[in-house]
Every structure is written in structure tokens, then in C-alpha cells.
């Protein structure tokens, strides 16, 4: 199984993509391959999370109001875990206007080609994601979740004329099909190249990527989470679609079994 990060990050990974095998059909959880995380949509949510954080080491809550985010926090390090929150910026099928947009308007570099990963890519190509994305800081998916074989997903990588890779981007349904979010797709993973930065590329493989996600996956809506203090990323979003839907994403960690500070960037 095709799995990246640290020692810890793969323990996780590996270990949540067995666990949702057994999971099966529960709408109470959803991954984007890289763990698992609980919908909030039921009672007992809190529970089940810090549940599953002392079995992975670490998990998410998809979405608390923000006003109630205090609250929650306050009564999971009761517990003697840690947390850590994200701002959710949803959006609907208006972003994949806005994608289109966006992509008729702007192209990527001329020595740019991406490379959609699927189950009969090479190796290779997942590591190029990998690369990119870990030098970011981004958790890559774990391969089954890349290749779109154990939930409809797929991953890109633009590489340069040499091969060398260059940009990322990903997308995933993450919810079981028996979740009415079964159709809101878990989208980004958009990582550049440092000495690529400034090009645009992130704008336009996101799009591409947003596009993509509604015509291959049958996506309706989406999701992604952005960290306190990345205004870049916020006005990517915005230019996509996303807005902050005034939610929080509550990142549950078990310092015991999991030494990272957090899942990913």
C-alpha cells in the first residue's frame, strides 16, 4: 500500500484505511485518505472522535459552529488530548462556474503537463505528489485514495519538461454513499514548487482540479479547510467559489500515539 509522511503520519494512514474498510457504509465517518474523520451530524459525535483519536492518535470533527467551538475544545482536553482547528470554506456547484472561468481566462506555463493519477499510474507518479506536497507540509492521501480505488478520488501532478515535479492538486469524496454529503467532495491539496510560486499555477490546476471533481466524481459541492492566518489560500478559494462557512474543523490529537502537531498543513 502506497502511503507517505512520517513514521507516525503512515501508522495512521494505513491503520484508517483498514479501519474504514470495516466501517463500511457508516455515514457517522468519512476520510479523505489520510485517517478518518467524524461527521458531527449526530449525537454522540464528540464521543466517537475522541474514540477514534486514541485509536489513530489523530483525528477531525468536520464541522462545528464556531461559537461552539470553545466549548468543544474545552471538554476534549479534559480528556488530555490536544486540539487544533481550520476554518471549513464550503461551496457549491457556483465554484465549478467559477472554475471555468478561471480556466478560460488563464493556462498554465507552456512547459507545464499534468498528469492525472489513476489506478494504473506508475509508481513514480505518486511519489512526484508526494514530493511536492510533503516539502509544503501537506499529508499526500494515502495511494488507494490517489488511484480512486477505495472511494472515488483521483490526485494530480504537473511536472516540467524534465519530468521534475512541479504542482499538486487532489480531490475525493470522502463521505459514504449513504451520507447525504456523499456528493461534496474533500478538494485541494494544492502545493507549488518554491521556485515556481508567483506563476499562477495553483489557481489553474485548482480549477482544473474543481472541474474535474464535478465531471469524473459527479461532485456537487466542496469542501477544504484553511489554516488561521493563510490569506493566500483564502482568496484562492474565494476566486473558486468557497466561502467560509463560518465553521471549524476541530483537529483531535492523542499526543501518547500520535508526535505530530497536527494531520497536515
Known sequence: MEVFGSEAQRRMSTMGEHLMQLLGDDPRFCSHGRGIQIANEYS??????????????????????????????????????????????????????????VVATHALPEDLTIRVIDRSSPP????????????????????????????PGFAMVVVDRSGAPVATAGSVLCHPSSSRLHSRAQWGQLSTKPERMGEGIAKVLGAIALIHSHEKLGATGFKTGIAPGNIPSARLCERLGLEDSGNDIVAIIDPHVYSEDRLTK
Open 124 to 151: 513514480e507518479w505518486l511519489e512526484a505528489f508526494a514530493e511536492v506536497a510533503l516539502s509544503h507540509g501537506v499529508l499526500p492521501p494515502i495511494g488507494p485514495v490517489m488511484r480512486g480505488l477505495s472511494r
Open 44 to 101: 454522540g459525535a464528540l464521543d466517537d472522535a475522541v474514540a477514534m483519536a486514541r485509536i489513530l492518535g489523530i483525528t477531525a470533527i468536520e464541522s462545528i459552529p464556531r461559537e461552539e467551538v470553545a466549548t468543544a475544545r474545552e471538554r476534549i482536553e479534559s480528556e488530555g488530548l490536544k486540539t487544533d482547528t481550520i476554518a471549513c470554506y464550503l461551496g457549491s456547484l457556483n465554484c465549478v462556474e467559477a472554475a471555468r472561468q
